[in-house]
């Protein structure tokens, strides 16, 4: 079966980078995401990765996957306390073929000024 | 582009009554809609699949007769939560699929806003 395991929370000052760190068990995942969730408010996809990939960068956003230990993190340069939020993880579960996404639990960043 | 809405936003209702709550995508078309429901501080836990002119596929646990889904068209989903009791307060979450999105793609999903469900 398919899971997907995050860290619940994680507190730091403003400037400082934060990582999230995601574990998925799927290894036919193609593709992995994250998203972010402001309080009472949908989903927003912040970035994604392919699994033949190692990194991705987009402008503070570092996303780097190790696939033999499907390990899958998200790196916030300069972190700001507008990204205050929630972050979850997904993987595309593809066994089913209609793109549905596994979330993981969803890490709470609380950026301190 | 790529809107989706959810409505109502927030509902409060009876014990015993019927909620619906609509998914509609705004500027593109969507075969395949996802339902979520999400409890506080926890994850999004996938509901069903709804497929735009077939049957949802709902997943394992999930009462189908109790959380009736419909994808009429192309751009509206509904979900409609029957007989509600006060465990089926939450946070209902659905997201879209464009037509035309092939799974080779990245497959990028985009959510509506979410829908409050309080049952007293």
């Known amino acids: 079966g398919e899971d997907v395991e995050q860290s619940l929370f994680l507190s730091v000052r403003e400037g400082d980078s934060s990582v999230i760190n995601c574990t998925y068990t799927d290894s036919s995942s193609t593709y992995l995401y994250w998203y972010k969730q402001e309080p009472g408010a949908g989903l927003q996809l912040l970035t994604y990765?392919?699994?033949?990939?190692d990194m991705k960068q987009d402008q503070r956003l570092t996303v780097l996957l190790n696939k033999k230990d499907k390990h899958l993190s998200l790196r916030i340069a300069d972190t700001q306390t507008g990204d205050s939020a929630i972050y979850f993880c997904a993987e595309r579960f593809d066994s089913s073929n209609t793109g549905k996404l596994i979330f993981g639990q969803g890490t709470t960043l609380q950026v301190k000024p | 582009g790529a809107v989706v809405s959810q409505h109502p936003s927030r509902v409060i209702c009876k014990s015993g009554t019927s909620v619906k709550i609509e998914c509609r995508s705004l500027d593109f078309q969507a075969t395949t809609m996802f339902w979520y429901r999400q409890f506080p501080k926890q994850s999004l836990m996938l509901m069903a699949t709804?497929?735009?002119?077939?049957?949802?596929?709902?997943e394992q646990g999930v009462e189908k007769d109790k959380f009736l889904i419909n994808h009429a068209s192309l751009t509206l989903s509904t979900l409609t939560v029957t007989s509600a009791h006060p465990e089926d307060s939450s946070f209902y979450i659905c997201s879209a699929r464009k037509r035309g999105d092939q799974i080779s793609n990245t497959g990028e999903l985009f959510f509506g806003e979410g829908s409050r469900l309080t049952v007293l």
């Open positions: 709804s497929n735009e002119g077939s049957k949802a596929t709902y």
């Open positions: 990765i392919f699994s033949n990939m």
